[in-house]
Nanobody
Framework: QVQLVESGGGSVQAGGSLRLSCATS??????MGWFRQAPGKEREGVAT????????YYANSVKGRFTISQDRAKNTLALQMNSLEPEDTAMYYC?????????????????WGQGTQVTVSS
C-alpha cells in the first residue's frame, strides 16, 4: 500500500509559477506521476518519472514549462510549474504504480492521492 498526499496548489495569474509536492509513504518501485482533471474533462497525464533511473515523460502541452522530480531520501515527488496558462486549471493528482506505465502517461495507476486544486486566471 502506498499513501500519497499532495500539497502546493493554489490560485495564480497566467505566467506565474507553482510547485506541487507529493509526500509518500514510500516511492513506488517503478513509476510515479502527476495527472490532472479539469471539470467536464477526462483525467490526463501531465508528467511521469521512472523512479529507478529518473527518466521523465511529459505531455506535449506542458513540455518546457513543467518539471517533475523526485527526492528519494525524503520520499517526495514534486512538480514545478512555470509559465502557467488558464488551460492548466485543474485538480492535480499524484499517483504511483509498480508497472511500466510511465511512457504512456495513461491514468491507469494503482495508487492515487486526493488531489490539489490549481487555478490560473487570465
Amino acid at each position: 500500500q502506498v499513501q500519497l498526499v499532495e500539497s502546493g496548489g493554489g490560485s495564480v495569474q497566467a505566467g506565474g509559477s507553482l510547485r506541487l509536492s507529493c509526500a509518500t509513504s514510500r516511492l513506488s518501485s517503478y513509476c510515479m506521476g502527476w495527472f490532472r482533471q479539469a471539470p467536464g474533462k477526462e483525467r490526463e497525464g501531465v508528467a511521469t518519472i521512472k523512479t529507478p533511473d529518473g527518466r521523465t515523460y511529459y505531455a506535449n502541452s506542458v513540455k518546457g514549462r513543467f518539471t517533475i522530480s523526485q527526492d528519494r531520501a525524503k520520499n517526495t515527488l514534486a512538480l514545478q510549474m512555470n509559465s502557467l496558462e488558464p488551460e492548466d486549471t485543474a485538480m492535480y493528482y499524484c499517483a504511483a504504480e509498480s508497472r511500466d506505465l510511465c511512457g504512456s502517461l495513461r491514468p491507469a495507476f494503482r495508487y492515487w492521492g486526493q488531489g490539489t486544486q490549481v487555478t490560473v486566471s487570465s
